[in-house]
């Protein structure tokens, strides 16, 4: 029981630094000249996350986005028109 509390504290842990995670990086891209670090992006048609320097890099609808490959750039890009 105890260690169920302990599993639950430790997801919910992760799910805070992985929004914090988010949100910085959001911010990230609206001020590109600290780009010098090798900050990890997010892949939004996979979910991984990427070194942004050897991501692929593709601006829909005016926002930059970051992919791990040219095939996740593509899903992203039919998900986008399927949206519309
Ligand atoms: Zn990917």
Redesign the pocket.
């Known amino acids: 029981m105890v260690k169920f509390l302990v599993l639950i504290f430790l997801g919910f842990l992760i799910y805070r630094a992985a929004r914090r995670y988010m949100t910085l990086g959001q911010k990230a891209e609206q001020s590109p000249g600290e780009g010098s670090v090798d900050e990890m992006v997010q ?1 939004p ?2 979910m ?1 996350y990427i070194p942004r320097r050897s991501a692929q890099r593709k601006v829909v609808g005016g926002k930059e986005f970051f ?3 040219k ?2 750039v593509e899903k992203f890009e039919k998900e986008m028109r399927a949206q519309q």
């Open positions: 892949d048609s996979c991984t992919f791990c490959s095939e996740c």
